[in-house]
């Protein structure tokens, strides 16, 4: 199993910033990607920017330009840097964690969610 603490949001006006942070603990060795979602009030959970082991980082087009994904493997930690944040940005971000594991001709996967944490984009 994976823990996901997440860390970070708050409230800001737009135009703000704000720094998202993500500490995995337990099976970390078999993390292939990590990510962050939002679900917004009456809306869909979904896909903010994710960051695979190997390869390269996505982002959701509503943030592109805007956010930045990055992953610490020392630290086991994945953040996401949220700059010119606007009212539409409101909502529970929620880091993710895909995870891998067994052999070649019997793989398991399975997803983690944290608990998320409320970004208020407000004036």
């Known amino acids: 199993q994976v823990q996901l603490v997440e860390s970070g949001g708050g409230f800001v006006e737009p135009g703000g910033s704000l720094r998202l942070s993500c500490s995995a603990s337990g099976r970390t060795r078999s993390i292939t990607v990590m990510g962050w979602y939002r679900q917004a009030p009456g809306k869909q959970r979904e896909l903010v920017a994710s960051i695979p082991s190997h390869g390269f980082a996505d982002y959701a087009d509503s943030v592109k330009g805007r956010f930045t994904i990055s992953r610490d493997y020392a630290e086991k930690t994945v953040s996401l840097q949220m700059n010119s944040l606007k009212p539409e940005d409101t909502a529970v971000y929620y880091c993710?964690?895909?995870?891998?594991?067994?052999?070649?001709?019997?793989?398991?996967?399975?997803?983690?969610w944290g608990i998320g944490t409320r970004v208020t984009v407000s004036s």
């Open positions: 993710h964690a895909h995870i891998q594991y067994g052999p070649v001709e019997r793989q398991y996967d399975e997803d983690y």
